[in-house]
């Protein structure tokens, strides 16, 4: 069993960036992970993937803005967002998967206005 623990969100302007991180309570070897969000009134989506070799998966709205990667040393897994747009808005949660069993974090708020 794995913990997550997000932060990083926060309030920012139309265009700009924000780092996102999940602190894991242990390894996470082995672990698929992920990010979601969920914007009010709308179903959960997954905006960043990254499996146990650490390969990137993206949707089509993420890719070329949207960056994930895995600290396996520091059981961390970062998302970096660029040029936000209001759209983007949402609770951000982090997400492992390993043998079916899966985990979420409590979620960080991410809002995008101007």
């Known amino acids: 069993q794995v913990q997550l623990v997000e932060s990083g969100g926060g309030s920012v302007q139309p265009g700009e960036s924000l780092t996102l991180s999940c602190q894991a309570s242990?390894?996470?070897?082995?672990?698929?992970m992920a990010w979601y969000r969920q914007a009010p009134g709308k179903t959960r989506e997954q905006v960043a993937g990254?499996?146990?070799?650490?390969?990137?998966i993206y949707p089509e709205s993420a890719k070329g803005r949207f960056t994930i990667s895995r600290d396996w040393a520091k059981y961390t897994v970062s998302l970096v967002m660029n040029n936000l747009n209001p759209e983007d808005t949402a609770v951000y949660y982090c997400y492992a998967r390993r043998n079916g069993a899966e985990y979420w974090g409590q979620g960080t708020q991410v809002t995008v206005s101007s």
């Open positions: 242990g390894s996470t070897f082995g672990y698929f």
């Open positions: 990254i499996t146990g070799t650490a390969s990137p």
